[in-house]
Structures are given as structure tokens and as C-alpha cells.
């Protein structure tokens, strides 16, 4: 059993990622992204789980950032989870004057807001389960929290299942210091980052070597290089699985044109959608192509 950081305090969704991901690991909640990731590289935690994107606000910056930065971690598992709210408050508050929360949760709830507690400012919280917390040191009035959240935090419940996006999911991921991969599934997610140079078609270029050997992209996502203003990095998630020859080959081909890229995992997508294979750019395609030029330099071929 070993010990798994995970963005806290007890009650946030990516506890109950963290569950699934390492069920049978011991959990410990720390308060913020860059702390759970910083356990890991200390050798205080065998691994990490946090929040990295969402399917309404998009990348969970502190968490690319933090990949991008200091001693690489790589991702070895992800875990999908469908996001609603409960809407929790004190019994002494009569009327709601402050909700606070996850910058990510009140987002996801803007129109509920607007339309249930419009006399209501929001407040930033580091996490859901942060805000039930100061919610219960009456610090604020409401929290927008993972439902899970009273199970440790005895609070009113308002309301439940709040969501403006009724499936609204959030992907979280298992971080661990380099080490054994994950084995190839046919239902893979490679992700690296890598600060394309600062010229014309320089992205295009990293992007076309992908198109080229047909994988599919899942994300991009750009983020400035901070102390270096108009510099960005490039956050590329695609199909596949390092292991795999089309894989292998398209992340040479990064690497030769452009020598920080950093791998950042290989490991089975959560949703199970498998790799969508292009004409004449399976794997074994590349290994027969491979082939047939070892047989051209033996002479054997022309
Ligand atoms: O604050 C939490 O509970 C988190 O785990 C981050 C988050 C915030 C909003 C939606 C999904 C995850």
C-alpha cells in the first residue's frame, strides 16, 4: 500500500476520483494542486491525483503549469467524473449573501445562481470542499461542493444535482514520478507539452507531424511561459500509447523539431473510446515500412 496525495480537504470531487483511481492506496488530502504534485517529487507521496480539465472551463491551469514545471511526473491512469453540486449552507443563514468555491465549480453554476440567489456574491475558494469548510466557520454563507461534502462537513443542503451543463464531466489524473508505463490497451492517451518556437508555423508544424501518421488529437491547450510575455507552451493530448510504432515515431519526430518537449504519460482513457486507426497508418504499417527499408539496405529490395 503505498500513500496517494490527492487535492483536498476530504470531501472535493477529486477525492472521489482519487478513490477509484487507487482504491487501494492510502489517501491523503492536502490543500492545494501544486502541493499534491510537490509530495510526489519529494518522495513524501508515491503518486498524486488532481483535477486537469473540464468539459465547461476547460484546462485546470495550476495543474498544466505544474507538469510543465520542476521535476517531471507523469500521468499513469485518468478517471472521469460527472459533475453536480450540492448547494450547501448553515442553519442560522437566513438569507444567502456570499456562496463560495472552486473557480471551476462556480462556473459550472452561473445561471443557477443568477436564477436562484441573485442577492448573492460569489467567492473564490482553493477547492468545493475548501468553501463547505469556511461555510462552517461561517466565514461565508453557501458552498458549492461535491455532493460527498456533508458527509464530512454537517451542513444544510439547499439544493442538489446543480449543473447549468447537465453532463458536465471533469478529468482527473493518477501522477506518478517516472518510472514502468502503463501496458498499451488500444484505448490510450499520450500527453506531452512542448514550447513550439517562436517563429511562423512553428505549432503547425509540431500538429502536422501527428496529422501526418494519423493520430487523432484529444486536446490542446496553450499557457503562457511566464517571465517571457507573447511565449507559450503547448499542451498535446492524442490517441495512442508510446509503445505503439506510429506513436514512437511521431514523438521522435516532435523531439527532433523541438528539443523541450516533455512526455508528460501514456495510459488507457476513461471513457474506453478506442484509437481511430487511419488508412496505412497502423502499426503494423509502420513496422512493415520499417521493413521493407532494413530490406532495401540489406540489397535485398528496390
Ligand atoms: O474542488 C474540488 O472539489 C475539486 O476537486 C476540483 C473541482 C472543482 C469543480 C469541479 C470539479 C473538480
Redesign the pocket.
Not at 11 to 17: H, I, L, R, S
Given at each position: 500500500m503505498s500513500r496517494i496525495a490527492?487535492?483536498g480537504p476530504q470531501?472535493?470531487?477529486?477525492?472521489?476520483?482519487a478513490r477509484r483511481l487507487a482504491a487501494d492506496d492510502e489517501l491523503f488530502p492536502v490543500e492545494t494542486i501544486s502541493a499534491a504534485l510537490t509530495a510526489v517529487r519529494k518522495g513524501e507521496a508515491a503518486g498524486a491525483c488532481?483535477?486537469v480539465e473540464?468539459s465547461v472551463?476547460g484546462a485546470?491551469t495550476a495543474t498544466l503549469d505544474g507538469l510543465a514545471e520542476d521535476a517531471p511526473l507523469v500521468a499513469v491512469a485518468e478517471e472521469l467524473?460527472a459533475?453536480h453540486?450540492s448547494v450547501l449552507t448553515r442553519d442560522d443563514v437566513d438569507t444567502v449573501r456570499t456562496v463560495a468555491?472552486?473557480?471551476?465549480?462556480l462556473a459550472?453554476v452561473r445561471q443557477w445562481l443568477a436564477a436562484n440567489l441573485p442577492q448573492a456574491r460569489t467567492v473564490v475558494?482553493?477547492?468545493?470542499?475548501?468553501?463547505a469548510v469556511a461555510v462552517q466557520r461561517g466565514e461565508y454563507d453557501a458552498a458549492?461542493?461535491?455532493p460527498v461534502?456533508v458527509e464530512h462537513y454537517p451542513l444544510r443542503v439547499l439544493a442538489t444535482g446543480v449543473a447549468d451543463v447537465p453532463d458536465?464531466r471533469?478529468r482527473?489524473l493518477l501522477l506518478r514520478p517516472p518510472g514502468t508505463l502503463p501496458g498499451p490497451t488500444g484505448h490510450d492517451r499520450t500527453s506531452i507539452v512542448a514550447a513550439a518556437a517562436n517563429r511562423t508555423g512553428a505549432l503547425a508544424e509540431l500538429l502536422t507531424e501527428l496529422a501526418f501518421r494519423g493520430i487523432n488529437l484529444t486536446r490542446l491547450d496553450a499557457r503562457p511561459i511566464k517571465g517571457n510575455f507573447g511565449l507559450y507552451r503547448f499542451f498535446i493530448d492524442f490517441e495512442g500509447h508510446v509503445i505503439e510504432p506510429r506513436i514512437g515515431d511521431a514523438l521522435a519526430a516532435l523531439r527532433r523539431r523541438c528539443n523541450n518537449v516533455r512526455f508528460l504519460g501514456s495510459h488507457p482513457r476513461a471513457d474506453g473510446v478506442a484509437a481511430t486507426i487511419e488508412q496505412g497508418a497502423a502499426n503494423q504499417d509502420f513496422v512493415n515500412a520499417a521493413d521493407w527499408v532494413a530490406a532495401v539496405r540489406r540489397g535485398e529490395l528496390a
Open positions: 490527492y487535492f470531501g472535493t470531487f477529486t477525492e472521489q476520483a488532481v483535477p473540464n472551463e485546470v467524473l459533475v453540486f468555491s472552486h473557480p471551476h465549480a459550472q475558494a482553493s477547492s468545493t470542499a475548501a468553501a458549492v461542493a461535491a461534502a458536465a471533469t482527473f
